[in-house]
């Protein structure tokens, strides 16, 4: 599938009208309801390979930068709307992943971070559907408190609402496989 069809198909699957409160707070009349693409693996595959390709491109782009051997270590999802993607990208690329939890579990291990995390791994954040960013940037703040240096946050659907600024203002760089436009949304 290509990308443009991809987004068609996820506009199609997810694309939700109506009167919506945003995890921001704010309004929309529109809602990306992630679960609805992230579920399916007719769309899954297809958007982990596109995150694959950012990821190697974000790994070969270190590689060069740093003059060495070491790109991408690992890679992170934020609970919930990102374990799928982190999931099927991590099978895409072979690389190892982890889990960042919105707040630390209070039994068992009492952890924010599940899976395995060395201290100075270079990590990429993948996200779902970014409206300010906040999510992201809560994980960024999780992951660098573990050791990490995150390299990069991608993305799946940027809203266009603030999460690009919020992120590179965290010291991140921010990518997006899509835009709210490229699904068809203008509002």
Known sequence: MDRDALAAA????????????LRSGRT???????Y??????????????????RVREIDAAQVRGTGGDRGVDRLAGAELGGIPLVTATGLATGLPFVFVRNQKKDYGTAK????ALTPTDRV??????????????????????????V???IAAIDRG????ENVERAGCRFEALFTARDLGVAE
């Open 10 to 21: 996820i506009a199609d699957a997810a694309l939700l009208r109506g009167e919506f409160t």
């Open 28 to 34: 929309s009349s529109y809602y990306l309801d992630k």
């Open 36 to 53: 609805l693409f992230t579920t399916r693996p007719d769309l899954l595959a297809p958007i982990a390979d596109l995150f694959a390709r």
């Open 112 to 115: 924010q971070l599940e899976g």
């Open 124 to 149: 990429v954040l993948l996200e779902d559907v970014a409206t300010t960013g906040g999510q992201a940037v809560e994980a960024i703040r999780t992951l660098r408190e573990a050791g990490a240096l």
């Open 151 to 153: 390299l990069a946050v």
């Open 161 to 164: 609402e603030g999460a690009r």
